[in-house]
């Protein structure tokens, strides 16, 4: 299983960022897929994450109405836009996938790990 982050890099305060995150080798429409990210110097901390069939999005609150997560299936890929963003966004981004949404919602509890991406958010 690859699960294949980018998107990152550097913006000013207030910019947006979409993150791509492309699945192989698992059958990606039966999984939730999430989002999460380690700021420095702190533990990795849940995003977003998104059910099999496109609904019941969940979000961490201090992204909610800044932070979409969506899926396209036919791509086996899921996105991450992130608009508004705040210096504190910045972070490594890693998506996830899990065996349904509270495994794609819980760091202990995900199935499969993709490789981190770095948004840094900085004037």
């Known amino acids: 299983v690859q699960l294949q982050a980018s998107g990152g890099g550097l913006v000013q305060p207030g910019g947006s960022l979409r993150l791509s995150c492309a699945a192989s080798?698992?059958?990606?429409?039966?999984?939730?897929m999430g989002w999460f990210r380690r700021a420095p110097g702190k533990e990795r901390e849940f995003v977003a994450a998104i059910s099999w069939s496109d609904v019941w999005p969940r979000y961490a609150e201090p992204v909610k109405g800044r932070f979409t997560i969506s899926r396209d299936n036919a791509k086996n890929t899921v996105y991450l836009q992130m608009n508004s963003l705040k210096p504190e966004d910045t972070a490594i981004y890693y998506c996830?996938?899990?065996?349904?949404?509270?495994?794609?919602?819980?760091?202990?509890?995900?199935?499969?790990w993709g490789q981190g991406t770095l948004v840094t958010v900085s004037s």
């Open positions: 080798g698992l059958t990606f429409s039966r999984y939730a």
């Open positions: 996830a996938a899990g065996k349904g949404l509270a495994r794609a919602q819980n760091p202990g509890l995900v199935n499969y």
